[in-house]
């Protein structure tokens, strides 16, 4: 089902639809979800995972379903779009938001929620190198101001999916973490605030099926929305 909302997917590098490609087929043990059936698409085996544009349609597709109730999938043929998706999630996770209000500001929201939640884990020290000389208070109120795009959002995004992805297991950690490797994020990443990140999504294990797919993908998506447009130069120099 064509899906507006992901559309700017089409934009994303192979490395970074990977990652969205793998939260949806891995759980957090390391194994295939027992419920996934992308691996299992026609063309998979020849386009995974170096050519992942070319099963973008069984990706979307996937994830639709996941969203939708299997009952229902089966009698429409499809899943339900993302935007119902977000709007589930963000219900989910008491996010506050207005059904009128655009996906990216629905997606921006979101991330807030899990930055406020992750900076209230963190040191001063933290907070001050990670906020541009803020205090941890300082620093949450201006994620409340900051749009998904700007150089700081970015940078604790991308700290708040590596966590994710490795605590999945997933091989793209070590890739997203290569951008951090000698820099004051990274050793941020690995201490405390890695291991209150990791408790964090824990916290959700209990949610059910559906929820332990779309959480972290939405939270993935919304992330790739806020920099498919960056050159590599680009986040390499917001990531030092």
């Not at 979800?33 to 992308?38: A, D, I, N, S, V």
């Amino acid at each position: 089902m064509e899906d507006k909302d992901l559309k700017f997917l089409s934009e994303c590098s192979n490395e970074q639809l990977l990652l969205l490609t793998d939260f949806l087929i891995y759980d957090k043990d390391g194994k295939k979800r027992y419920t996934e059936g992308l691996s299992n698409a026609k063309g998979f085996e020849g386009n995974y995972p170096n050519n992942i544009k070319s099963l973008l349609p069984n990706v979307i597709d996937e994830l639709q379903r996941y969203g939708g109730n299997t009952i229902a999938n089966l009698w429409r043929g499809h899943g339900v779009t993302y935007r119902e998706i977000l709007e589930d999630v963000c219900k989910k996770l008491s996010v506050n938001y207005n059904k009128n209000n655009s996906t990216e500001l629905l997606e921006q929201y979101l991330l807030q929620k899990f930055l406020i939640m992750s900076v209230d884990k963190m040191t001063e020290e933290d907070a001050k190198h990670l906020g541009e000389n803020l205090t941890k208070d300082a620093l949450k109120q201006q994620i409340g101001m900051m749009k998904a795009g700007s150089p700081v959002f970015i940078r604790l995004i991308t700290m708040l999916i590596v966590n994710l992805a490795k605590s999945w297991g997933l091989k793209q950690a070590a890739v997203l973490a290569a951008r951090f490797a000698g820099s004051r994020a990274f050793a941020i990443l690995t201490g405390p605030i890695g291991w209150a990140l990791t408790g964090i999504w824990t916290a959700f294990d209990i949610a059910g099926e559906a929820y332990r797919v779309t959480i972290p993908c939405t939270i993935t998506i919304a992330y790739l929305r806020s920099i498919y447009d960056k050159s590599d130069e680009e986040l390499n120099n917001i990531l030092k």
